[in-house]
Nanobody
Framework: QVQLVESGGGLVQAGGSLRLSCAAS????????MGWHRQAPGKQLELVAV???????NYADSVKGRFTISGDNAKNTVYLQMNSLKPEDTAVYYC?????????WGKGTLVTVSS
């Protein structure tokens, strides 16, 4: 079994920054990629950013230039640095890990951006 534990969410004013972390633990043989999705109230889950084990990244158009995803393969941890936050970034952010033994999700961390 694999566990994903997110941290770093909270309340921030528009224009501010937050850094999310997601640590994976458990029976992980190899993590192929890890990333972040988010779900805003009344909206569907959407991809925010993903990073492969090789370091390649992909971002949603809405966060390009503002968010940066990074990872530490040795620690099975992924980070999401969020700058220039906007009220529309308000959502529950979920960590996702695609591993050699399956796909796993964290429980989510709430990010609230006030205007």
């Amino acid at each position: 079994q694999v566990q994903l534990v997110e941290s770093g969410g909270g309340l921030v004013q528009a224009g501010g920054s937050l850094r999310l972390s997601c640590a994976a633990s458990g029976s992980i043989f190899r993590t192929n990629n890890m990333g972040w999705h988010r779900q805003a109230p009344g909206k569907q889950l959407e991809l925010v950013a993903v990073i492969s084990s090789g370091g390649s990244t992909n971002y949603a158009d809405s966060v390009k230039g503002r968010f940066t995803i990074s990872g530490d393969n040795a620690k099975n941890t992924v980070y999401l640095q969020m700058n220039s936050l906007k009220p529309e970034d308000t959502a529950v952010y979920y960590c996702k890990a695609l591993t050699s033994i399956g796909t796993y999700w964290g429980k989510g961390t709430l990010v609230t951006v006030s205007s």
